[in-house]
């Protein structure tokens, strides 16, 4: 059998070794090859593929983090007006299935060349947590972790100024960042995009906290969320070409308000894209690459059209219909565990 696979989508830690899991999987288990397609669903549209082989260089790939095969985006009007290319390129590298590594758009185009008679196994990817099929995606954990670390550095700075700082994560739609972040890093206050936020609640913890002797606060914030209607204007950013809002810096508005409002000296911190990056956790890189080593599994068993996924202890396979049919977001109580802990 020879396998394809290709990551899409945001770059995420993990994304490596859910390649080494299936090419040594392939190579070992079943004795298949493996093509990799570069830089996303462009790179399959155009044919830019490059043979994986289990090596000491693929060995190697495990604590990297990125991929090596690139990743990118592709308008979806785009993508289906290609659908005889991708068929043509696949069948002239004699590729039998298609392992597709991506968050929910990913998976969402995999569903669809799946309803279009190409064999195809999705794995779930992203840092946001956000695939409902699923636990937890590889990335996620990595994520919080270097947000943590952010944290706890901001805690001793904060202090020593009796500052106020506000730390922008991103979750562009859920909040699972944030929370688990700001409850790692023992945040005064987490703002996310699934409950939105009053700004004088937000000012009278601090105040409360300054009152109590306690000369710094740190306030954690999504880079989606939103305010309450009427309590201040956040304005809103442009569409990008896939429907995507561009943010106007969240945690800036809400530093900025706080200033005005309180007076004291306020500071932001926006982590960015320091959270997709570097050597993804051990827990990350056991998650991953379990999920590649399924997913080779499901392709050589037939098991086209689904997804692989983790519950409890286990890897699943759920259908790419399940896997997209909406996202998972913060439930209200998980929400109320992290307030509980506001001050």
């Not at 790939?61 to 390129?89: E, S, V, W």
């Not at 270097?146 to 730390?167: G, M, Q, Y």
Request: contains cysteine; negative net charge; glycine residues 14%.
């Amino acid at each position: 059998m020879r396998l394809a696979t290709l990551t899409s989508g945001g770059d995420c830690p993990g994304l490596n070794a859910v390649i080494r899991g299936i090419v040594r999987t392939a190579n070992t288990e079943y004795g298949s090859t493996v093509v990799g397609y570069r830089d996303g669903w462009v790179g399959l549209m155009e044919d830019r593929r490059v043979d994986l082989y289990d090596d000491a260089y693929m060995d190697s790939l495990l604590l990297r983090g990125g991929t090596i095969l690139g990743t990118g985006r592709l308008h979806p009007d785009k993508f289906k007006a290609g659908l005889d290319q991708i068929k043509f390129n696949l069948d002239d590298a004699g590729v039998d299935a298609l392992i597709a590594i991506g968050g929910e758009g990913t998976l969402k185009g995999a569903k669809w060349l799946s309803d279009n008679g190409i064999p195809v196994v999705g794995v779930p990817k992203t840092i946001d947590n956000d695939v409902a099929a699923t636990d937890y995606t590889f990335g996620f954990d990595t994520a919080v972790s270097v947000a943590t670390d952010a944290i706890d550095r901001l805690h001793t700075t904060a202090e020593s100024h009796n500052r106020i700082l506000i730390v922008e994560v991103m979750g562009r739609h859920v909040g699972w960042i944030a929370l688990h972040a700001g409850m790692a890093g023992g945040a005064h206050y987490t703002v996310i995009p699934e409950e939105p936020f009053d700004i004088a609640e937000i000012c009278k913890a601090m105040e409360r906290r300054f009152q109590m002797g306690e000369k710094y606060g740190i306030i954690v914030v999504a880079e989606g969320a939103v305010p309450k209607e009427g309590t201040m204007d956040a304005g809103l950013g442009e569409k990008d070409e896939f429907g995507h809002t561009t943010f106007n810096g969240m945690g800036q508005i809400i530093g900025d308000e706080v200033k005005k409002r309180l007076g004291y000296d306020v500071r932001t911190t926006v982590l960015g894209h320091t959270q997709r990056g570097g050597t993804p956790t051990a827990y990350d890189r056991v998650l991953a690459t379990r999920y590649g080593v399924h997913a080779t599994r499901a392709a050589h068993e037939g098991n086209f059209g689904s997804c692989v996924a983790l519950h409890g202890e286990n890897i699943d396979l759920v259908e790419l219909e399940d896997a997209v049919a909406q996202l998972k977001t913060v439930p209200e109580g998980r929400y109320a565990t992290a307030k509980a802990m506001f001050t």
